[in-house]
């Protein structure tokens, strides 16, 4: 009974154990970065001015109002209802500032000069930040001001919805690229090229769009048609490492890195040892875009690419060949498992997929250089790793591997947002890939033994 | 095995408890050095900066005497490094604004790549300042630019090389034409140099421009060659010190040090020590702990409201064998 118990939990942690520790990563972040968040925008600006008038009616004399914030969408419709609202409930609002500090203080001194008055300052955090103010009696016009600011409440910035928008979008490109990833793991193989490969893309598609679809005023057709070249040519590469990997018997490990190599070599050429960077605004339609219900585009197109992961490598016989190569690759090719076919292909879809991941960055960067994808390799192979799938072949999951990825983001974003110096983040995460392993070892151990020892138990009468 | 794996679940939770906690004392530790040692005023807000890299000692002190500068009045720096990585950079960007700083100072990993991250600091209402290095993207609104004066410099390290040289000679510099700031020093040196040749007291051929990558393996190798194809050379302008330091190795395995004076460029401590050892002649020096103070002034003056230069440049000054004997540095 305790015996069952126990491999029922060792069986649980093998699936969702990982799951299990994303969840208490992002509790811990939003732990650790709960703060006090200043609001911004029209609610604020109503808001404030209620409170505004609600004090201004105690006052038996007239009180004027000076509204402060800086050039920002948000803060200019902060100060348009605010303003707005004050004026509908018959507050005079001697003048509305949406600038910098020094337009402010312009228009402190404008007030000052013509012998005005503000006895009531309206602002939003951000402007009452601004040093200018931190002497408010060095103005004549404000001697006698008080101030007032939008009341505050307290939220994690984890879990704010531009952050958990960040954390999905700096984590795209190293997912997509781990799906292909996954595949060529499973088959007990690594693809070293990857990094190599997303800058190759980056740079064929922006060269592309530089010379040949005109630039700057490049039209949509034409983006596409670099960007599936970029792509179709790191497919190739991929295609490339494939053969040699299955023709010449050649360890994948050998193989890729000298794709990594001539790939990086090539950007280089490619891109003369410069930054492409004339392509039009709307090349940012990918990699910044957010269409479908504010979910950034590169977002949807992971989750897609992850769908049709999932489906290949669970419902379909392409995804069990891949998992028979990897598992025991005798027996695949005595049960008639396309042995060269299966392998050639998952190293081309790596390619490919490494293409896209180039293209996204491009985007993102609005721009292509043979400097991008350095060490991305090894942070997609941690993602596999730490999304559960076992580098001697045969076992893993691509949702897994999605898990994985976002435990690799969420750690950095959460250090980043806590403060952690770029050397310690290094030690986390190295920690993380050595604790994922050991896990891993751990639980296949576990549940090994406690399996034999069950059955052993069943023997015995 | 068994008492492996039970070792292994007992320690489990205490390695991850141990993670955790450290997280934390991190952070606590962080806030107390700003908020204890130092004379501080109310804390008003933070500053993110990121910079290239910080295993170069320049940067880590731009970004130290930033913490120590913005500390006096109330801001709390948080240092980031983009180590050479552009995306990794504008991801530091894109948690900047989160969790909202008042100001970013960058120095970009990629002038021209950078510029959508600026951008969107810029649109969330963060203003944003670089230092040392420019961003180049056209459209980008910087707020300021902090630097070297690397034009002026390049003039001081011509002024030095006709001294070391006593107005005579044949010179070759070791280039780096890559970058924006190297380009500005070759400049300044040749047209001193080419200004000072009208004067009766002076006679300089540059006979060689050649690339030494920034970097010292590649400059002594670059400048083996040098002296081959140049046997009658006498100077050697390093556009900085890495350079200045590869050069002077392949000088003295070709025993050649007499004859060829360097001169070089930055003033980092292993260039100063050269030049106390008498094996660099002089360096126009840069300053990063005034880049990295002016750069404070800089946002504090845009809070307060005062009018920013869009650029602002911190003079070099020479640094010869007489300035290291008396530099408390190098003792």
């Known amino acids: ?61 007239e009180v004027r109002v000076l509204i402060v914030a800086r050039d920002i969408p948000e803060d200019i419709h902060f100060a348009s209802a605010l303003r707005a609202e004050l004026l509908k409930s018959g507050v005079s609002v001697v003048e509305t500032v949406n600038g910098q500090p020094v337009d402010a203080r312009r228009a402190l001194e404008k007030i000052g000069a013509a012998g005005g008055q503000v006895d009531l300052i309206a602002w939003n955090a951000a402007a009452a930040e601004w040093n200018l103010f931190a002497d408010l009696s060095a103005f004549s016009a404000t001697r006698q001001a008080k101030v007032m600011q939008p009341a505050s409440y307290r939220w994690p910035d984890f879990l704010k919805a531009d952050n958990l928008r960040n954390v999905a979008n700096q984590i795209v490109v190293i997912a997509i690229v781990a799906i292909g990833m996954t595949m060529v793991i499973i088959t007990g193989g690594i693809d070293l090229s990857v990094g190599s490969l997303i800058a190759l893309s980056a740079v064929i598609s922006t060269r592309l769009i530089r010379d040949l679809a005109g630039a700057e005023q490049a039209g949509a057709v034409g983006m596409a048609i670099a960007c599936a070249t970029g792509i179709g040519a790191c497919a190739a590469a991929g295609l490339c490492s494939g053969v040699i990997v299955t023709l010449l018997d050649i360890p994948a490990f050998i193989v890729t890195l000298g794709m990594m190599l001539v790939a990086s070599g090539v950007g280089f050429i490619l891109a003369e040892g410069q930054s492409i960077y004339q392509v039009p605004d709307s090349f940012v339609w990918l990699g910044r875009g957010a269409d479908l219900f504010n979910i950034p585009n590169a977002v949807v197109l992971m989750l897609i690419a992850y769908a049709a992961g999932y489906l290949v490598m669970e419902r379909m016989a392409l995804g069990r060949y891949v998992y028979a190569v990897g598992g025991n690759r005798q027996a695949a090719r005595f049960s008639g498992v396309p042995l060269k076919r299966v392998l050639v292909f998952v190293y081309t879809i790596s390619g490919a997929l490494a293409g896209l991941g180039g ?103 | 095995m068994r008492s492996f794996a039970h070792v292994f679940c007992r320690l489990l939770p ?76 504008q991801n530091q960007v894109k948690d900047f604004i989160v969790r909202r700083v008042s100001a970013i100072v960058l120095t970009p990993c990629d002038s021209k790549a950078i510029g959508s991250a600026i951008q969107e600091a810029s649109t969330a209402g963060i203003p944003v300042f670089t230092a040392d290095i420019a961003c180049l993207a056209p459209g980008v609104g910087v707020i300021c630019h902090v630097a070297t004066d690397n034009y002026s410099g390049g003039k001081q390290a011509a002024q030095a090389m006709i001294e070391a040289l006593r107005g005579r000679g044949n010179v070759a510099i070791l280039d780096h034409p890559e970058v924006e700031s190297v380009l500005l020093r070759t400049k300044g040196f040749e047209e001193v140099i080419a200004a000072e ?61 007499a004859q ?55 003079p070099t000054s020479l640094y010869r064998k007489a300035d290291a004997e008396k530099d408390p540095m190098l003792k």
């Open chain 2, 197 to 257: 040749n009208q004067t009766p007291d002076v006679a300089i051929r540059i006979v060689a421009k050649i690339p030494g990558g920034g970097v010292k393996d590649k400059s002594f190798k670059a400048t083996e060659d040098l002296i081959q194809a140049h046997p009658d050379l006498s100077g050697i302008f390093a556009i900085n010190d890495p350079s200045a330091l590869g050069a002077s190795a392949a000088l003295e395995k070709a025993g050649k040090r």
């Open chain 1, 1 to 61: 009974m305790n015996l069952d118990l126990r491999i029922r939990f060792y069986r649980f942690l093998s699936s969702y154990g990982m799951l299990l520790v994303l969840v208490l990563l992002c509790a811990y972040f939003s732990w650790a970065t709960w703060t006090e968040q200043n609001p911004t925008g029209a609610d604020a600006g109503r808001q404030l001015a209620k409170a505004i008038s609600r004090r201004t009616q105690r006052e038996t004399r």
């Open chain 1, 359 to 461: 293209v996204i960055i491009a985007s993102q960067l609005k721009s292509g250089a043979p400097t991008y994808g350095v060490m991305y390799e090894l942070y997609v192979i941690a993602a596999v790793v730490v999304g559960g799938t076992s580098l001697a072949g045969g076992q893993g999951k691509i949702l897994g591997t999605l898990i994985g990825a976002f435990i690799i983001a969420v750690i950095q974003n959460g250090m980043n947002l806590t403060g952690v110096e770029s050397y310690t983040q290094k030690v986390v995460l190295g920690l993380l890939i050595l604790g994922a392993v050991s896990l891993d070892r751990f639980r296949r151990y576990g549940l090994e033994l406690l399996v034999q020892r069950s059955a052993a138990g069943h023997r015995k009468p």
């Open chain 2, 260 to 314: 060829i004076k360097i001169v070089g460029f930055d003033g980092q401590l292993e260039g100063k020590q050269a030049i106390k050892a008498g094996k660099i002649h002089a360096d126009p020096i840069q300053f990063p702990d005034r880049i990295g103070a002016e750069t404070v002034r800089v946002i504090m003056d845009h809070f307060a409201g005062k009018e920013v230069p869009k650029e602002l440049l911190i």
């Open chain 2, 14 to 89: 205490v390695a991850l408890g141990i993670f955790l906690w450290s997280g934390c004392g991190r952070n606590e530790e962080a806030e107390q050095r700003t908020a204890g040692r130092l004379p501080v005023a109310a804390r008003r807000g933070s500053i993110g900066l990121s910079v290239l890299t910080l295993t170069n000692p320049f940067f880590k002190e731009i970004a130290d005497t930033m913490s120590r500068e913005a500390a006096k009045h109330g801001y709390e720096v948080l240092v980031v490094s983009g180590e050479f990585d552009v995306a990794k950079q």
